[in-house]
């Protein structure tokens, strides 16, 4: 069935066809569990479906799969792997349609979001099908006497522990470079979106990867998450979410000095200068954080708008922001819903104290329904107009469609207000200047800047941040750093 087919039927009966159960290790489903949790769909507010918790025994297995499994891996020819990550590639996008709606009714983002989400997927495992056979040492010079070289060598067993934001390519992003560089893997997908983690390890497995390489077991963050993140057997744990979570996270993993990526908060500024076109700024604001209902770690969600541009690009946005009508994701709307109750009453309750520190809250602001249906957990966009440094709605990370403005006068002023939080992700910014943009992007502290477009890149650039940000590097050339290790070997040439 095609994508359209699949939504029309799921928005008809309210069931999704072949839903995984149980959890993926050693290349099959387990039977599935006694305990159960209830699966939301968003935009319905609804369960849709129940899925397996998993306990300490469940993962402990999965673990020592992989383990063997990882064995057996790092020995085979990096061709054959490239080959085998190749064909991933192709059977993603065989089953897109079924992925991407998956993706929406798990998630609550819209199909639009959720196909490109697939198909960067898909795009990862090719990039890095194509680094496997090419994951070189170098030869060091050490004279005469030595003949002195390094090769890469793969970690052995990684964990993921896969947000509920993006469930498909974030596990993508990090099991695509496990793979190419020998490495065997255990993800625990969020609570919230446990499916196309189990789907895309079935279709791994389908395309030749083999048994017990890639395992997904799913369950609380509190028990598989925890024993994941504790197990000496993993060797390299990729997390990405919240800052307290990941800070858990770091604790648990430092007993065994496990390696360790940090990909967490954010709270990104969009800069514009008075020389930026007011339509360009306000349109690429309105991409940057309402895209996926602001549910990014990277959302633009500072506007940093010089004092003399201020009126028009916010009379530009606002206006656009109040047209905008969430809607189910399956409805083809600008802006879905948003993941859980709970992270509903989290925004709102950010928003709610704006409004009683007296702010000025130009556009939406409150919770509301697909307009449509009179369903769903959807709030409405949100701008929030000329706020003080220090205000809570510009420091802290709401991770909702809910924009900061602030205002600046001076090119000085302009970056100590974006290098003025705690979070250091991405930042753009807007000028026709090209010698004001490099002096920006070289002073901003952050792992990646944008100028005049702000989701330029691509998976081809490293992804990660600094300050609370987290640390380490995925997407890129540096993604398989932290799926290998170096090491040097020094021959002496002596007779």
């Not at 297995?61 to 891996?73: L, S």
């Not at 395992?215 to 925890?226: E, Q, S, W």
């Not at 010089?306 to 656009?320: G, K, N, Q, Y």
């Not at 083809?332 to 704006?354: C, F, Q, T, W």
Request: proline share 5%.
């Amino acid at each position: 069935m095609t994508a359209e087919e699949l939504a029309k039927d799921y928005l008809t009966s309210g069931r999704f066809p072949d839903l995984p159960d149980g959890h993926f290790i050693g290349g099959r489903f387990t039977p599935a569990s006694n305990r159960k949790m209830a699966s939301f769909d968003p935009g319905r507010a609804e369960a849709f479906a129940e899925f397996s918790l998993g306990d300490d025994t469940e993962m402990d297995r999965a673990i020592g799969t992989a383990e063997k499994a990882a064995r057996h891996w790092r020995q085979v020819k990096p061709a054959e792997r490239c080959r085998l990550l190749n064909d991933v590639a192709r059977i993603l996008r065989e089953n897109a349609g079924r992925l991407a709606v998956l993706e929406v009714i798990d998630s609550g983002k819209t199909l639009a979001e959720a196909s490109g989400d697939v198909q960067s997927s898909a795009r990862l495992f090719e990039y890095y099908a194509g680094a496997a056979d090419k994951l070189d040492g170098r030869s060091v010079n050490l004279g005469p006497e030595y003949t002195a070289f390094t090769v890469r060598e793969p970690v052995g067993v990684t964990g993921h522990i896969i947000p509920w934001n993006y469930p498909t390519s974030t596990f993508a992003r990090g099991v695509a470079p496990a793979l190419a560089a020998g490495c065997s893997v255990v993800a625990k997908p969020a609570e919230t979106t446990p499916y196309t983690a189990l789907v895309m390890a079935e279709l791994l497995c389908e395309a030749g990867v083999p048994e017990g390489l890639v395992n997904v077991v799913t369950g609380l963050g509190t028990d598989v998450g925890a024993k994941l993140a504790r197990d000496p057997r993993v060797k390299q744990l990729t997390f990405t979410g919240s800052v307290s979570t990941g800070i858990d996270v770091a604790r648990m993993t430092a007993p065994n000095v496990t390696r360790l990526t940090l990909e967490l908060g954010g709270k990104s500024p969009l800069i514009a200068f008075e020389d930026a076109d007011p339509e360009k700024v306000a349109d690429g604001t309105y991409w940057a954080i309402f895209s996926n209902s602001g549910q990014i770690c990277s959302a633009g969600s500072r506007l940093i708008l010089h004092r003399a541009i201020r009126d028009d690009v916010l009379a530009i946005l606002t206006e656009r922001a109040l047209r905008l009508r969430p809607a189910h994701g399956l409805t083809s709307p600008e802006m879905g819903a948003i993941n859980s109750a709970r992270h509903l009453a989290r925004i709102k309750a950010h928003v709610d104290a704006a409004r009683v520190r007296g702010a000025n809250i130009l556009t939406g602001g409150d919770v509301t329904t697909d307009w449509q249906t009179g369903k769903g957990w959807f709030f409405q966009p949100t701008v929030i107009a000329d706020l003080g440094p220090k205000d809570p709605a510009v420091q802290e990370e709401i991770f909702g469609p809910v924009l900061a403005v602030q205002t600046f006068e001076t090119e000085l002023e302009a970056i100590a207000l974006a290098n003025g939080t705690d979070f250091g992700l991405i930042a753009s910014v807007y000028t026709k200047d090209v010698g004001r943009a490099m002096r920006i992007a070289n002073a901003m502290d952050c792992g990646q800047v944008s100028v005049n477009d702000y989701w330029a890149g691509g998976l081809e650039l490293p992804f990660g941040g600094n300050k609370k940000s987290g640390y380490g590097r995925e997407k890129g050339w540096e993604g398989l750093d932290a799926y290998t290790k170096v090491k040097a070997i020094t021959i002496s040439n002596a007779g």
